[in-house]
């Protein structure tokens, strides 16, 4: 079998929990190897998502490696053996690989978390929203490519359907009129729109909130089908940043909720983005 030419962030992520596996085991990788009779570069190659793995295979790997957790075994052979050929597939070698790893992490979470500072969350932006946004980069971006992020951002859209969706937006990012001034209130009507849904929950950072000093934790927490699968998505300078260590994903978990215990509940914040809507 061909060898992968650019493994998605999910294949790496397959990757490297059978790595942490067999590391908890403390097998080599050449251990590894000679227990399942394959070669060391097959575990190589399987270990930084450059080749998949078959159930079977996988499976057992996962014994060699001592593990018991029946779900965790389960929800990787799912990952492993899923041949979905996701929307965001279109956009392969069009756009910036970040742009699909993102869009394949909301797709597959079975919960979404988001704190913003500077921006509506993507997957609440309007059309004019986002093309505001994407208009304004330095250097200017073809027109070409800026549609093409617009529709694949409004595509994005598809991962609030029916998934748990919490957005913890500060008031900053409400207020910011990125495009015009009917756009931002379109923004903020849109925004309301979306809170009338079961499963979205929008919550308000106020600028009046004493003692806060969060605005570093920008970021989009998906759940995954087992806690250890979960992933912290942040923005960084070249691209975005997946991170996964369990260490890692405690410290954000507790983050966020604290954040959200600082900010409004969904029925003040509704009314906080209404009078702002008015405002404009």
């Known amino acids: 079998m061909a060898l992968r030419r650019e493994p998605t962030a999910r294949q790496k992520r397959l990757a490297t929990e059978l790595r942490r596996l067999r590391d908890a085991a403390g097998l080599k990788a050449g251990e590894a190897a000679e227990l399942l009779g394959v070669s060391r570069v097959q575990i190589s190659q399987i270990e930084t998502a450059l080749a998949g793995v078959s159930e079977t295979r996988l499976r057992r790997l996962a014994a060699h490696y001592m593990c018991t957790d029946e779900r965790l075994i389960d929800a990787l052979v799912a990952m492993a053996t899923d041949r979905t050929r996701g929307w965001w597939e279109e956009y392969r070698w069009l756009l910036p690989t970040p742009f699909l790893d993102l869009a394949e992490l909301e797709h597959h979470a079975t919960f979404l978390r988001e704190v913003q500072f500077q921006f509506i969350p993507g997957p609440l932006q309007t059309e004019d929203y986002a093309r505001a946004v994407f208009s304004y980069r330095v250097p200017a971006l073809p027109r070409t490519e800026v549609e093409l992020r617009v529709r694949h951002r409004m595509r994005r859209k598809t991962a609030l359907e029916g998934t748990p969706y919490e957005a913890i937006i500060h008031e900053a990012a409400l207020r910011i009129m990125v495009g015009t001034r009917a756009a931002s209130r379109a923004q903020l009507d849109h925004l309301l729109r979306l809170t009338e849904a079961d499963h979205v929950t929008v919550r308000v950072i106020p600028f009046s909130l004493e003692g806060f000093a969060g605005a570093a934790s920008a970021m989009v ?25 369990e260490a890692q994903l405690g410290a954000f978990r507790t983050l966020f909720h604290k954040v959200e215990s600082a900010s409004l509940d969904p029925a003040r914040s509704r009314d906080f983005i209404h009078r702002l809507a008015k405002e404009l």
């Open 221 to 245: 927490y998906a759940g995954g089908s087992v806690p250890q699968l979960d992933t912290v998505a942040r923005d960084a300078p070249h691209g975005t940043t997946f991170i996964d260590s």
